[in-house]
């Protein structure tokens, strides 16, 4: 606890431990959600055809695992609103905190909408129209403008739902999980009733009713790649995809900046049980996906066909769609139409998370009085920080507009999910520091009890992952089929950084002259 409360806005956040274990389970689970994310970035695998994306499936399980240990080390040692900015405000310093979590946090998240109305258009408004007959509307959704009247939606749904409060965002995000399982239930069904022979029949025929001309010999012939066998233990290229996976399965602890409003989040258990659970859950369900896949229409179409119409090719992209492909192997008729309305619940469910978890950074750093103390303030019956909610959603809907219509700007975003995955790097330096800076934090864990040749197990593990994470960093800067490598974009990224710099020093002199000292504050932890 803080020596000295009257460092902070407040004696107190305002915000309540809401949740529970299972809520941050699921909201663990739809962060690294299959039907979202998972199809999405599946639709890119097909570049890297050397690869088994099953056995780069596995390798990221272990990887990610350490990942894991590392976050619920730092959650049950300082389990507060704002995750990794407080971590690595306090066990590296105020500027370290700043400098490290906004730009993955916040300015990173602005510029993510627009992949949310993406996978919203891809995932279920461009499938469910040509399912109920209106194929030229799919191909809209798909368009430049489609693409941006979806992520409108995004903006304005995300935004009531995050507004609602902890309690409330839970008790929906249930209904709507539940409802993308019970379609995912439909999905698979549908998947097990045919097989290549009999997709390939209703393929072709569902192409001639929509007017599009191809067939599914045509998509076979119009690759002229070699892809691995879904079963292969060729390391080398498994390697290579598994920094294209991590875009997916990277995001179990996204919920870390909320465990301060989690009930049970000093338990190291617990929380190392949530996280990993839902890492194994998308592993493991994206294991057998893959197989059903190749049953269903033959795992050499599927890729196929995802390297002709991947996501962000152009107006026939829905083709590409797990729901598309799933509706047409149950027939198109009404049941499957029901299950294509079902799946968007997959959607709804983990759309909150592009504000959500980032609301949380905002507030902890205004507790702090390292931001204007206004975006710390807890309005309303909902017990909801609006105005960090706020400064998310207005900078997302002006960005948004630039991104579609600003010729150029799109190609400045690509390393949206560099910035994050540089911020879990960074509170993963804190991780392994905790017990040497915080040795009073880190002696209440349950995994202080465990060293190697006198080292504390979370030290060795934070190390190892930091060296997994550099040889990740070095394949995305170096090669060009992630897409992300790009010297426009870096030098944006760059200036991301360089703002939060002058952010932090700004708001340092600012408050000096007020007689706030930051750097004592950040030498304190902030109390519920």
Aim: aromatic share 18%.
């Amino acid at each position: 606890m803080s020596g000295d409360e009257s460092l902070f806005v407040r004696e107190a956040t305002g915000l309540v431990r809401e949740w529970s274990s299972y809520d941050a389970w699921i909201y663990a689970f739809l962060s690294v959600n299959i039907v979202t994310l998972g199809f999405y970035i599946w639709t890119f695998n097909s570049f890297i055809p050397a690869a088994s994306p099953i056995f780069a499936t596995i390798i990221a399980i272990v990887v990610l695992t350490l990942q894991n240990v590392i976050f619920a080390t730092l959650i049950a040692a300082m389990p507060r609103v704002g995750g990794d900015y407080v971590w690595q405000s306090r066990l590296l310093g105020g500027f370290w905190g700043m400098f490290l979590s906004w730009p993955g946090w916040v300015f990173a998240l602005w510029l993510w909408v627009p992949i949310y109305g993406s996978i919203l258009s891809w995932l279920v408004f461009g499938p469910i129209s040509a399912l109920f007959g209106y194929p030229e509307i799919a191909a809209f959704w798909n368009s430049s403008m489609g693409l941006f009247v979806s992520s409108l939606v995004v903006v304005a749904f995300v935004f009531i739902y995050v507004s609602l409060g902890m309690k409330w965002y839970a008790r929906i995000q249930q209904a709507l999980f539940y409802l993308g399982v019970a379609g995912m239930v439909l999905f698979v069904g549908g998947l097990l009733t045919t097989s290549p022979s009999g997709f390939q029949t209703a393929f072709d025929a569902h192409m001639a009713q929509w007017g599009i001309d191809t067939t599914y010999q045509g998509v076979l012939s119009g690759v002229e790649v070699s892809f691995a066998p879904l079963v292969s233990f060729d390391f080398g290229p498994a390697y290579q995809l598994f920094p294209m996976l991590l875009f997916w399965i990277m995001w179990t602890v996204w919920g870390a900046t909320l465990f301060g409003e989690v009930r049970e989040a000093g338990e190291f258990k617990k929380m190392f049980g949530v996280l990993e659970a839902a890492l194994i859950a998308a592993g493991v369900f994206a294991m057998i996906l893959w197989p059903l896949f190749d049953a269903a229409m033959g795992y050499e179409f599927y890729q196929s066909l995802n390297y002709l119409h991947f996501v962000g090719s152009g107006e026939l992209q829905w083709l590409s769609s797990p729901t598309t492909l799933a509706a047409i192997a149950m027939g198109g008729g009404p049941l499957a139409k029901l299950m294509a309305i079902l799946m968007a619940g997959w959607f709804f469910a983990w759309s909150g998370t592009v504000f959500l978890s980032s609301t949380r950074v905002i507030f902890a750093t205004a507790f702090d009085r390292a931001i204007p103390e206004a975006f710390a303030a807890v309005k309303g019956k909902y017990n909801a920080p609006i105005n960090a909610i706020l400064m998310m959603a207005i900078p997302s809907l002006i960005l948004t507009v630039i991104y579609f219509f600003v010729p150029g700007f799109q190609t400045l975003t690509l390393d949206a999910t560099f910035l994050i995955a540089i911020t879990y790097f960074g509170t993963t330096v804190a991780g392994l520091l905790l017990p040497y800076r915080r040795p009073d934090l880190f002696s209440n864990t349950w995994i202080s009890r465990y060293e190697i040749a006198g080292v504390p197990l979370v030290t060795i593990t934070g190390v190892v992952y930091a060296f997994l994470l550099l040889t990740v960093f070095y394949l995305w800067a170096t090669k060009d089929v992630y897409g992300i490598n790009n010297v426009r974009s870096a030098g944006f990224m760059v200036i991301l950084y360089i703002l939060a710099g002058v952010l932090y020093f700004g708001m340092k002199w600012y408050r000096k002259k007020e007689g706030v000292d930051l750097d004592k504050i950040h030498s304190e932890i902030p109390t519920d």
